[in-house]
């Protein structure tokens, strides 16, 4: 069954952060906490964000988001939540930030440890608190979906959790809080971007609308990304990354797949999520080339401007190149401990069941291997 789903209310330009004040008012948030990180503050990127907000009796801050969230992270967050007598939140800062947000609005309002609500969604009411989410990169598109990925801690995979009672009333894109964004993590943010787009096409289903708007996020990548690593003032190029990166938020809704599936296992080490996103995207293209009929090759003339579908992968694999990536986890310095072990996780994996070919245990063995 095909199901259009309701985003959030989405600001999207330069200067779009001057709604922030206002839009508190028309949800009714009289004391929200910030959640946000160390760098954003020390960087003046929060300062920029909160720039329509009054300086009198400024409102609480947590700062301390984890780059991987974490239960820990959370419930420091929460405890301020409390103590403040918070009654929404704002979410300032990248993937973590905003996963960390989810979780701590769910804790507002329910009082089970998180761990009870993984893959519950059925556990999780409407008294989660309003989040109103204000992206900080270009790539994960958490500002527009109803899922969380948190570590019980930093040396684990995330537990995976989704309500829709997550999804932000409010998204506040606004590209010039990018425009510092340092090289590696727009590379890597980017290319998250690009993997959701390429995964959410290919998925299981028929959604066209979500197939159109995924099609024009891979466009969008292609074009601009190196441009927005080479030079992170071009406005242009930010812009239209932060276009896909809503895009491929978009394309979460209809599901993603293997790729994500691995890099969701590998966030142990702390890595970066996009770029273990982009590691495994070339070797699970690869495997799926025999799988998916002619979408594949849909997808190379649409939106890669190729000839046939095996040559995506390879164009992955020189576009991470040019853009500073590694090809592989060793070249990245993940230390692959259990294979076995990695590969039942990701046969478990949420990603898994949505991807256009459920893959297999031994199937999983195999990609991760050849990515090795």
């Not at 259009?4 to 989405?10: E, Q, R």
């Not at 760098?39 to 984890?66: H, Q, W, Y």
């Not at 804790?107 to 519950?120: K, M």
């Not at 273990?276 to 080339?289: K, M």
Request: with cysteine; glycine share 10%; proline share 6%.
């Amino acid at each position: 069954m095909t199901i259009l789903l309701n985003l959030p209310k989405v600001h999207f330009d330069f200067g779009a952060v001057s709604v922030l004040a206002r839009e508190l008012v028309r949800l009714g948030i009289v004391r929200p906490l910030i959640v946000t990180d160390r760098n954003l503050v020390e960087c003046g990127v929060l300062e920029k964000a909160m720039t329509s907000l009054p300086r009198i009796d400024p409102f609480p801050v947590f700062d301390e988001a984890p780059e991987n969230p974490t239960v820990e992270g959370v419930e420091k967050a929460l405890e301020i939540y409390v103590q403040e007598g918070c009654d929404g939140l704002v979410a300032v800062g990248g993937g973590s930030v905003i996963d960390t947000s989810k979780a701590v609005a769910l804790r507002a309002g329910h009082d089970a440890p998180i761990s009870q609500y993984e893959r519950q969604p059925e556990k999780i009411t409407d008294a989660t608190a309003p989040i109103i989410a204000i992206p900080t990169t270009a790539g994960t598109g958490s500002e527009l979906t109803f899922g969380a990925g948190i570590h019980p801690d930093s040396s684990k995979p995330a537990m995976n959790l989704g309500s829709f009672y997550f999804i932000p009333k409010v998204a506040i894109c606004d590209p010039e809080l990018t425009l510092t964004l340092p090289p590696a993590l727009t590379a890597g943010t980017g290319m998250d971007a690009l993997g959701q787009c390429v995964e959410a096409y290919l998925a299981k289903g028929n959604n066209p609308p979500i197939d159109a708007i995924v099609l024009d996020g891979i466009q969008r990548s292609l074009a601009h990304i190196e441009g927005a690593v080479a030079d992170g003032s071009d406005r242009e190029a930010r812009w239209n990354m932060m276009m896909a990166a809503l895009e491929g938020g978009i394309g979460i809704h209809k599901g993603l797949g293997s790729a994500h599936a691995i890099a969701n296992t590998f966030g142990d080490q702390g890595y970066n999520h996009g770029i273990l996103v982009t590691i495994a995207l070339p070797g699970v293209l690869r495997f799926l080339e025999d799988h998916v009929g002619d979408r594949m090759t849909t997808l190379a003339k649409k939106a890669f401007g190729l000839q046939t579908g095996d040559q995506i992968a390879p164009a992955v694999e020189k576009l991470n190149r040019r853009i500073g990536l590694p090809l592989s986890l060793k070249d990245l310095g993940y230390q692959v401990g259990d294979l076995d072990r990695a590969a039942e996780l990701c046969v478990k994996s949420i990603f898994n069941g949505t991807a256009p070919l459920v893959t297999t245990h031994d199937q999983y063995k195999m990609i991760i291997s050849n990515i090795m």
